[in-house]
């Protein structure tokens, strides 16, 4: 059942990857705090209907327990919506994904797991064609003749890189809390950090009323719908980790494969042969993975 919601959630954000950069195209510097407003409302909504529906048991403590957690995504997250601003999808995905790779060998490590030969073959497979497809798009992107883009491309690549280290530690930290040292439930683990995720977006829509900038929910409509899809992922993706973090952390974070498919169609954003056969080697991965736990 695992391996279902693992491949559930790599689709979900792999379309909310699209909505994400579709929404932060505007020129406004608080597009990243309105995208985090969208996703925290939505999360919000989700937890409270998730806890009607089912009763999980949660405690306050538990939200506190999972903070560390919690924060790890809100903050690679927050980083992420800022970082689309300077970068295209296909670059910045990529390189934000490598996060997933980094917590598997973290867990491979730290906990001594050992796995067969395909196993580490399919992660070589993942991580030389995010690496391939990063190096790629850093590379056209330095050719720009003007300096100020050149300027603004080299900071524009911290944004993925620091979301990866993040996003890698929270995806350890979570395959501890949820799988290796089973701290906190999965039901418990989802409306915590839905609920964290939605104190964030009421400190920064109250911060955007001091500012006296102008927020109209009903006119966000591609923030809402990557709210949509990254809840809707968040919900497999708990399940995903408790089942097997390991496993589960490489195919979740190869997502961006699915992201650049899609901003080719839909945004128009150009990809070259070689980055066809990095999508292609992350695919072999993931397909490797899936086999070996179906």
């Avoid at 009607?52 to 306050?60: D, E, G, L, P």
């Avoid at 080697?281 to 086999?291: P, R, S």
Wanted: aromatic share 16%.
């Amino acid at each position: 059942m695992w391996i279902v919601c693992t491949l559930i959630t790599f689709f979900c954000w792999g379309t909310a990857d699209l909505f994400y950069k579709i929404g932060n195209r505007g020129k406004e510097d608080t597009n990243h705090l309105k995208t985090g407003i969208m996703v925290g409302l939505v999360m919000g909504i989700h937890a409270t209907i998730y806890l009607i529906i089912t009763k999980v048991n949660i405690q306050f403590f538990d939200i506190i327990k999972y903070l560390p957690v919690s924060l790890c995504y809100i903050l690679s997250m927050i980083i992420g919506y800022k970082g689309l601003k300077y970068l295209e999808l296909s670059i910045s995905s990529p390189i934000q994904n490598t996060s997933g790779v980094i917590s598997a060998l973290l867990f491979v490590i730290f906990f001594k797991e050992k796995y067969d030969f395909p196993f580490y073959i399919a992660l070589l497979f993942i991580f030389i064609g995010i690496i391939t497809i990063s190096l790629i798009e850093i590379k056209n992107n330095q050719r720009s003749k003007k300096s100020i883009i050149k300027k603004i491309t080299h900071l524009a690549i911290l944004f993925p890189l620091a979301y990866c280290i993040l996003d890698g530690l929270g995806t350890f930290l979570d395959g501890l809390y949820l799988d290796k040292l089973k701290l906190i439930g999965e039901g418990a683990s989802l409306v915590a950090y839905e609920y964290t995720f939605t104190i964030y977006a009421f400190i920064s829509y109250i911060y955007l009323k001091k500012k006296k900038e102008e927020f109209h929910f009903f006119s966000e409509k591609e923030k809402l719908w990557a709210a949509i899809f990254e809840t809707g992922g968040e919900f497999f993706y708990v399940f995903a980790m408790s089942g097997n973090a390991t496993i589960s952390a490489p195919i979740i974070g190869s997502y961006c494969v699915l992201s650049m498919i899609l901003s080719r169609l839909f945004l128009k954003e150009k990809l070259i042969k070689k980055e066809y056969l990095g999508i292609t080697f992350v695919l072999i991965g993931i397909i490797i993975l899936a086999i070996m736990n179906i």
